[in-house]
């Protein structure tokens, strides 16, 4: 390896050559070309290949051409080498600063003309907005510099190296670097220039930076600026047209604070901004304002002088086919998507997006943590020894990370709050950069979570914390020690606002108890509200060698080291489809909330500063899920905070079916993320009246019986089951298995205040060691009457003792058939079961079923902990749709509290299946799925699952809970599903 580039990849310092003042990234009028594009490119899998490439008569006619921006594992089809996913661990030895010699190294190089009316620029600054992870940069043959900081801008004067018309620009990007170490967070390691190069020509007379600070107190705005300019440079003229403010600065000491009356606060509710310009005769640069005053006031965080709640979600920048590379489009449509499904806050986990990203937060109202491009947690493994963030040798690295990390961004209103990086255990290198920012930036208060102790933070900030812990949290009175700290320091924490940076992790199919952390919230103002781990799945779109394609997770690119698809913990699959728990978030953070009383519901405003004049109210009243009224209902104007009393319509209660009704609040007009119409919140009130539960007939004469009968539209052979309605079913088959979901596999020690498992062993575990997945059955006797049959079967796992009972009884009732099931557990089964249910087999004959028609909880799936998306009402979906696509598939589908359910064969009614309620008023739920849970529990992923012709129709009296164990919580107790006797009672018809 030359011994400059040895040197180099061991120090820690920043870059070489760079422009060592970070500025804003701002929209200026100067002169600027975009070097993106197709660039010549060669990987080499070492750092040591010659420098020849940088001179500028180096033929690469041999080499290929690359896209810039772009991650080089994501280019070429593989010959570039894959992406790696590691959460935690480094994958490469831990021997800091060092790198292995097997480090992937991707020369570029480019031609570009400098345009003739660039002479008259005083300097020529070549920007790259982000590298990963380590870069040399020559031009024309001569050797600018370097740098390291991927997610950060790295600006070089190039002025000297450069002539008129063409130009070659040669860059060696390197995967590894000490700078790998401090970049260890939970996301593909993507190497390559994968943001924006630009070349800007920076006038004389110019203004290098501005900073505008805004104000907002009291109806009033105030801008102060700052200015970065030559004094030559001045006048300095700032104009805010709309409200007519033309000022002008003869000299830089002119330059002060301006008082402005009657603006309107920039919220994320209503993100109010001012267009304003900052120019000198030489350039103008545009500005978006926004007025608004972020402050902690004791243990409240505060925005214009009102308490904030984050109903957030932590955001990655990852696209399945782009990895980390901006698109404006796409992060413009997903940002709407947030605010569609109620999202008000982002973390921009675990470093600065693309600077474009802030615009559109500003624009569309986000309130934002803005988090460092630093995180070390692969040195937890070494008990924190030698971890960076407390060696003076990397103090100044640190401290360039933060500068360039708040220089950058800090004119958008949208940003409350800084964030020093994640997981990066804690030092005095840390400390330095909170106490950098803190004489930086005045205006808002620095979080870093990994200050557990509150010693140089000024938000308590902690991640997957319990609810319990939460609301300990929160709780004046409580003394409970908090984790890692000392009471005293506890004690310290406990007078700052509260943040959950991350909680509610959203692996899989969960997290359950989302409304269980937002009622704290409305509970103890202390907690200010959270941010989900994680917005969306970071899946690479990829294909197996048949070339079905999937989305890949760790360990798909044959990684050595990975940790599989910890990576898949989004609300969003990869392919932008939100999952049933995004839907759930919406329901559960929604800012307008509804209380029914009697005749009236208190309709209650939970924004933080906006009023409800942009929404309408809309009820509706169905009977067992058919429409039959609907109108419009009259609301007063509810400003922030408060609630408004109004009367229910007269509604038409149905003596024969259930009567529902439901109110929705919308959008009155369309906004900039959402159509007119657009549902905010829903309520649902039930106006049943009473209906008498058919009694269970108790048939008496049982005989023994060979089973062999018919029974209405049942036929059974030996006391099984073969026919309904004339078409081919076996079971019902007791079902206690559910594919574990990601979080039935999380082993996490957070089960005490639970109850429901054992810290360290997954349930999951517990359930295959049960034999759940593996039951067999023996039948105990077969008896009948005339008009019934009757089975008793004794179902248990090899090598257990442990069994349940289970009785049939079919009869016919009417012209409709009846099947009550008793489940009865053996006494000493010791876990939480998955589920309590019974599975019906449905081949494909002539008329496969393909679909459903139900009357119950939908339309997507839910669980005990899960069930604020769902509401009462009439629903159909195919076969399916009736499951989501987790990146590894996992127990899904689950439809709660089924009334009726009409199987379909391409639209026509297959069997019809009633449900009566239990003895305690309880209904079961269903799944119809393609696949038993045996075989969505072998498949690592969709395309694993097998073809399949049979549909399989489980009716669950009782389903587990989700929990979010994967990384936090398990199930909490209420929704835990302990052993125990069950009854499920259907009424089936033909079609
Ligand atoms: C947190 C971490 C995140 C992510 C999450 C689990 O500890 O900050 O980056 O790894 O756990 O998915």
């Keep these: 390896m030359p011994s400059q580039l040895s040197a180099y990849v061991s120090d820690t310092a920043p870059g070489r050559g760079a422009l060592r003042t970070a500025r804003s990234w701002l929209h200026s009028d100067a002169p600027r070309r975009s070097l993106n594009g197709l660039w010549r490119f060669r990987l080499s899998p070492t750092a040591s290949v010659a420098e020849d490439f940088a001179a500028e008569d180096f033929d690469d006619s041999g080499w290929d051409g690359i896209p810039v921006p772009s991650h080089w594992v994501l280019q070429g089809d593989g010959a570039y080498g894959r992406p790696i996913y590691t959460n935690v661990q480094f994958p490469f030895p831990i021997d800091p600063p060092h790198v292995p010699d097997e480090n992937p190294t991707g020369d570029y190089r480019r031609h570009f003309d400098v345009p003739a009316d660039w002479s008259d620029a005083e300097r020529v600054v070549l920007r790259f907005d982000g590298v990963e992870s380590l870069f040399t940069l020559w031009v024309n043959g001569d050797e600018i510099g370097g740098a390291a900081g991927s997610r950060l801008a790295h600006e070089f004067d190039v002025t000297s190296s450069l002539r008129p018309g063409d130009n070659v620009v040669a860059v060696r990007v390197h995967q590894w670097s000490a700078a790998s170490y401090v970049e260890d967070q939970d996301q593909w390691w993507l190497p390559g220039i994968f943001r924006d190069v630009t070349l800007t020509a920076r006038p004389a007379g110019g203004i290098e930076d501005v900073w505008l600070r805004t104000g907002f107190d009291g109806g009033r705005g105030r801008i102060e600026t700052e200015i970065t300019a030559e004094a030559a440079a001045f006048p300095v003229t700032l104009r805010l047209p709309e409200l007519g403010i033309e000022q002008v600065w003869a000299t830089a000491a002119d ?144 401290l360039d990370r933060i500068q360039r990390t708040i220089e950058r961004d800090k004119n958008h209103p949208s940003i409350v709050i800084w964030s020093l990086g994640n997981e990066a255990g804690t030092g005095g290198n840390l400390a330095a950069m909170s106490a950098w920012v803190h004489a930086r930036d005045t205006g808002r208060p620095v979080h870093y979570e990994g200050d557990h102790a509150g010693e140089y933070t000024d938000v308590y900030s902690r991640m997957y914390s319990s609810v319990l812990e939460t609301e300990q949290i929160g709780t004046d009175g409580s003394r409970a020690r908090l984790l890692n700290c000392t009471p005293a320091q506890g004690a310290r924490q406990r007078t700052k606002p509260f943040l959950l940076c991350e909680y509610a992790h959203a692996m899989g199919n969960g997290p359950g108890a989302l409304d269980q952390y937002e009622a704290l919230v409305h509970e103890h103002p202390r907690l200010h509200g959270g941010f989900v781990w994680e917005w969306r799945d970071h899946g690479i779109l990829t294909t197996t060698p048949d070339g079905t394609p999937f989305y890949a997770y760790g360990g798909d690119f044959g990684e050595v080291v990975h940790d599989g698809n910890f990576v898949m913990d989004g609300m969003l699959l990869s392919d932008d489809v939100p999952t049933p728990s995004l839907h759930e978030y919406k329901a559960v953070v929604a800012p307008v909330r509804f209380a029914f009383d009697g005749d009236e519901v208190a309709i209650t405003n939970l924004r933080h500063s906006a009023d409800t004049s942009d929404l309408r109210f809309h009820w509706r009243v169905e009977h067992d899920g058919t429409l039959v009224d609907s109108g419009d209902l009259q609301v007063p104007v509810v400003a922030a905070g408060e609630s408004a009393r109004v009367p229910l319509p007269r509604i038409p209660v149905s003596p024969d079916s259930e009567t529902w009704l439901t109110i929705d609040a919308v959008l009155a007009a369309a906004t900039a993320w959402a159509p007119d119409g657009h549902v905010i919140a829903t309520a649902q009130l039930d106006r049943s009246a009473p209906r008498p539960v058919p009694a269970v007939r108790r048939e008496t004469g049982w005989r023994q019986s060979d089973g062999t009968l018919t029974l209405g539209i049942a036929e059974f052979v030996d006391g099984s089951l073969v026919r309904l309605a004339g078409r081919a079913v076996a079971g019902p088959q007791l079902e206690l298995f559910r594919a574990p979901t990601d979080n039935d596999e999380g082993a996490s020690e957070e089960v005490e205040e639970s109850d429901a498992g054992i810290a360290g062993v997954s349930n999951a575990e517990l359930w295959r060691r049960d034999g759940l997945d593996r039951l ?110 987790y990146a590894r598939p996992q127990e899904t589908g689950h439809r709660s509290r089924l009334r009726q359910l009409t199987l379909t064969s391409a639209g026509t009614t297959v069997l019809r299946i009633a449900t009566l309620p239990d003895t305690r008023g309880r209904r079961p739920g269903f ?56 009854t499920i009672r259907l009424r089936i018809a033909a079609g």
Aim: proline share 7%.
């Design 776 to 885: 067999t059955t023996r039948r105990l006797s077969v008896e009948r009457t005339a008009g019934a049959l009757r089975t008793i079967a004794k179902v248990s796992a090899a090598n257990s003792a442990l069994s349940v009972i289970v009785e049939s009884v079919w009869s016919v009732q009417g012209d409709e058939l009846e099947l009550r099931v008793e489940i009865e557990p053996s006494r000493g089964w010791l876990t939480v079961w998955p589920r309590i249910g019974i599975r019906f087999d449905l081949p494909d004959g002539a008329a496969p079923v393909d679909g459903a028609e139900w009357f119950g909880l939908g339309p997507l799936e839910s669980y005990p902990d899960s069930l604020r998306a769902a509401r009462t009402g009439r629903f159909s979906s195919a076969i399916g749709d009736l499951s989501v696509d």
């Design 255 to 398: 330059v002060a604070p301006l008082d402005v009356d009657g603006v309107e606060p920039w919220s994320a509710e209503r993100p109010r901004l001012y267009d304003v310009t900052v120019s000198t005769a030489a350039e103008s640069i545009a500005l978006r304002a926004g007025f608004r005053t972020v402050e902690i006031r004791g243990d409240r965080f505060l925005v214009n002088g009102r308490r904030v709640v984050f109903h957030g979600m932590n955001r990655h920048e990852t696209h399945p086919e782009r990895g980390r590379v901006f698109d404006e489009e796409h992060a413009r449509e997903d940002l709407a998507r947030m605010k569609r499904f109620n999202v008000n806050a982002i973390r921009t986990s675990h470093y600065p997006p693309h600077p474009r990203l802030l615009d559109l937060a500003d624009e569309l109202g986000f309130w934002v943590i803005l988090e460092c491009d630093l995180e070390t947690h692969g040195f937890d493994k070494l008990g924190w020894a030698g971890n960076p963030s407390d060696d003076p040798a990397w103090r100044e690295a640190y």
């Design 927 to 982: 799944t119809l799925s393609r696949h038993t849970p045996q075989q969505i529990a072998r498949a690592g992923h969709p395309f694993q699952l097998p073809d399949s012709t049979t549909s399989h129709l489980i009716v669950d009296a009782a389903q587990h809970g989700l929990g979010s164990r994967a990384c936090g919580p398990d199930v909490w107790p209420e929704f835990a599903l302990r052993p125990e006797a069950r």
